[in-house]
């Protein structure tokens, strides 16, 4: 199973962090990137898969969901997870964002709190599988105390020795910088 671990904040000093993930079937991923590209296309009429991309608060904001492009769009994306059987999580905490990617060697709660929701549903729905952790790429160095910390979680606490089994270490995805949906 892919887990796809994004993040989106809201004004500092102090708004409102939101982590989500949505946990997909390896076997459906080039099927979702297609379906996606063609949601695109049809609503932004883009050309490559690169050209847009799709932000949650430019689309979900109370003016954005006003629009009926933007409130149609969210029904097809959501209607696009139902049939894939795509499962989304999500945690919203009030705070600063500097907390998120501070130097500490522990993982953030927030992260902990939707990598044990996702840990949750594939024991109860799926304990077969393994969970691919894929965060959205940051800097390198972002990037690097965040597989750290992730690692210490998995290996050094004693609440996520059992979840250690059913995931493997995380990946970070490229994000091409592109042009948003604004609203």
């Known amino acids: ?60 904001s109370n003016r954005a969901i006003r629009r009926p492009k933007n409130r149609e769009f969210v029904e097809e994306i959501i209607s696009l997870m139902r049939i894939l059987k795509i499962t989304p999580f999500a945690i919203i905490m009030k705070g600063p964002v500097s907390s998120l990617t501070g130097q500490s060697e522990y993982l953030h709660r927030v992260y902990k709190y939707l990598i044990e929701r996702v840990d949750l549903f594939i024991r109860e729905n799926c304990p077969e599988n393994i969970a691919t952790i894929i965060f959205d790429s940051k800097d390198r160095a972002t990037n690097r105390r965040v597989a750290i910390n992730f690692t210490n979680f998995l290996f050094k606490t004693g609440l996520a020795w059992n979840i250690a089994k059913r995931f493997w270490i995380p990946h970070y995805s490229l994000i091409l910088r592109q042009r948003r949906v604004y609203n």
């Open 1 to 60: 199973m892919l887990t796809f671990i994004d993040e989106s904040y809201g004004p500092e000093p102090i708004g409102f962090i939101t982590h989500s993930a949505i946990l997909v079937r390896e076997s459906i991923n080039r099927e979702l990137s297609r379906e996606l590209f063609n949601l695109k296309k049809l609503f932004w009429k883009v050309n490559e898969p690169t050209d847009l991309e799709i932000k949650g608060r430019n689309l979900l």
